[in-house]
Each structure stands twice: as C-alpha cells, then as structure tokens.
C-alpha cells in the first residue's frame, strides 16, 4: 500500500511538537492539534497545520473533518494520572477518537501507549507477553490498545514507550531530595525523545501496521544508579535509596523487537549517557 504522507497528530505537546517537525522535514504534510489557542501561532509558524481541539467523552474542535481525513492519525494524548477515573476516562477519549477517524477517512492510527501496561513481573517482558497493568493508567491504555486493534476498517500500530525523558524533561528531578527510596535495584526502562521520534519516522517510512513494539534503551541501570546519576548531572539533589530491602519489584522491557522488525538501532542506547 502506498504511503499517504497527510499525517495528523492528535496531542502537540513535548513530544507531538518535535515529532511534527521531523515528519516535515522528511517531506510530510503534517496537521497537529492543541488544547491551547495560544499555541495555535506556535504550529503554524512551525509550518504545522494547526487546529483547537480537546478530547473529552466526546470530541470538540474547528475543522473536525478536515483533521481526521488523514492517512495516518498519531494519537499521542496520555491517560491523565491524576485523574480518579482515569481507567473509565481515557478509553472513553479513545472510543472518541475511533468513532471521528472512522466517519471522516483516517486510514491508519499510531497510537502511543506506555509501558506501564506491564505489571512488576520480576523478568523480562515482551510484547508477546499478556498486559498486567498494576496502575489505572495502565489499566486505561491496555483497554484503549483493545479498543484500537479491534476495528476492521483502521490499521493500527501501537509504541509502548518506557520512561520519557530528554531536553527539558530532566530525570534528575524525579526523584530529587528523596530519602528512604524503594527498590533501588530494579533496572530502569528508560526512552530518549530523540529515539521516540526517530522509532515512529521508522514506523511510517517501512509502513509498519498491525503491530506492538516496545521502544525504550538498551541498557537497564538500577533505579539507583541511574538517578543517582542524573540528579548529580543536572544540579540536583541525589535522592537517597533505602538500604534494608530484601525483595525488588521490576520488569525488565525487552526492545528486541523493535530493533529486528525496523533494523533500528537507538541513539541514545544507554540512560547513564542521557
């Protein structure tokens, strides 16, 4: 099938922004959404074809029609954490999302999920392996995954990202000051922007539909470790990590797949070099 390069990006935000820039540069008509007016001028100087839109239970926004009638529709709007009913919330946005892309042409949806679909196993995890959600959040994206690749007439590709971080989202930060921390030895799934962007470039280049991937680095350093590391990087406070536990509750995310099916190889592979 060949590649419709009308792209919509549904979320512009810290990751939707750079994305949208990098599809341009490699010759994508791009249309990106925005909850803020006050960004709309941010969009369009960045040669993005803007549009107002907020996902509730249902869908409000200028030019409806126009946003959804794309080739591919990038649905990057993450399940708000803070919310109490966050795991009845987002798949209510996403059945949303469906019903519009359905009505108004969208032929192919990349839907960006976490891997927080993946509960504290203490092995590693696969894409072949059955989502175990421990958050609501989770719970939310796994049900808005279902949801996705159940519909006939879309063709889905899901990316399963581990930690964001990069440029001004500073992993330092996270855990800042912090004393008595848990599970200091638990490995780390980190992903660099830079590799968020690049892996869903990839996946629209080789026209990579129907699948899951899980996209985070290489290298899995101790919780420990690795914000250890960063805090000290960044000017930050070290957090300190407990020193009386006997058991450690992880996953680690295996990116084997990804690596295979796009021949990628990460640009930032390593977290202790983010």
């Known amino acids: 099938m060949k590649i419709d390069y009308r792209i919509s990006i549904l979320g512009c935000g810290w990751l939707g922004l750079p994305l949208a820039k990098r599809l341009i540069e490699l010759g994508h008509i791009v249309k990106g959404s925005t909850t803020s007016a006050k960004k709309i001028a941010i969009l369009h100087k960045n040669k993005i074809d803007p549009f107002l839109i907020e996902v509730q239970k249902k869908i409000k926004g200028t030019n409806l029609q126009h946003f959804f009638n794309s080739g591919i529709l990038i649905v990057n709007i993450p399940p708000g954490r803070k919310r109490r009913d966050v795991a009845r919330a987002h798949p209510r946005q996403v059945a949303a999302i469906i019903e519009k892309a359905l009505l108004h042409g969208t032929k192919r949806v990349l839907f960006v999920s976490s891997t927080s679909v993946y509960g504290n196993v203490n092995r590693v995890v696969t894409e072949s392996d059955d989502p175990r959600p421990e958050t609501p959040s989770g719970v939310a994206l796994v049900a808005a995954e279902e949801m996705l690749m159940r519909q006939e007439d879309l063709e889905t590709t899901i990316v399963r990202f581990g930690g964001l971080v990069g440029e001004d989202r500073q992993a330092g930060r996270f855990l800042?000051?912090?004393?008595?921390v848990k599970n200091g030895d638990a490995p780390v799934n980190m992903i660099h922007r830079a590799d968020c962007i690049e892996v869903i470039a990839q996946i629209i280049a080789q026209d990579r539909w129907g699948e899951i991937f899980n996209v985070c680095a290489d290298e899995h350093p101790t919780r420990?470790?690795?914000?250890?590391?960063q805090a000290q990087k960044q000017g930050f406070e070290a957090p300190i990590f407990s020193e009386t536990e006997a058991l450690v509750s992880y996953k680690e995310v295996s990116n084997y797949k990804v690596k295979q099916v796009l021949n990628y190889e990460f640009l930032k592979s390593d977290p202790?070099?983010?």
């Open 176 to 180: 800042a000051g912090k004393t008595d």
């Open 224 to 229: 420990k470790a690795f914000y250890t590391a």
């Open 272 to 274: 202790m070099e983010f």
